[in-house]
């Protein structure tokens, strides 16, 4: 079973920026896909986007332009990357990990509030 571990999140002003970890970690284990899930206040998990270990990315139509999703294999970890930040941005972003054997686990989710 991989264990996930999101982190970065916190208060930030509109307008700012933010980048979000995702650590990956367990028994030896391949990433076949990693993405970026948000849950906003009364909403349902959006996915944001997701990434390939060759780099290769998919971002959902709505979030293109502010966010970038990044991987660094060697740490086995995801990294969301937010930019301009808005107050609906705000909400609990998780992440979801799918090894190439197994099944894919979530982590605790990393909270992100945008407000003045």
């Known amino acids: 079973q991989v264990q996930v571990v999101e982190s970065g999140g916190g208060l930030v002003q509109p307008g700012g920026s933010l980048t979000l970890s995702c650590a990956a970690s367990?028994?030896?284990?391949?990433?076949?896909?990693a993405g970026w899930y948000h849950e906003a206040p009364g909403r349902r998990r959006e996915r944001v986007a997701s990434?390939?270990?060759?780099?290769?990315?998919d971002y959902a139509d709505s979030r293109e332009g502010r966010f970038t999703i990044s991987i660094d294999n060697s740490k086995n970890t995801v990294y969301l990357q937010i930019n301009t930040l808005k107050p609906e941005d705000t909400g609990v972003y998780y992440c979801?990990?799918?090894?190439?054997?197994?099944?894919?686990?979530w982590g605790q989710g990393t909270q992100v509030t945008v407000s003045s």
């Open positions: 367990g028994s030896t284990f391949d990433i076949y896909v």
């Open positions: 979801n990990v799918v090894p190439v054997v197994g099944t894919d686990s």
């Open positions: 990434i390939t270990p060759d780099g290769s990315t």
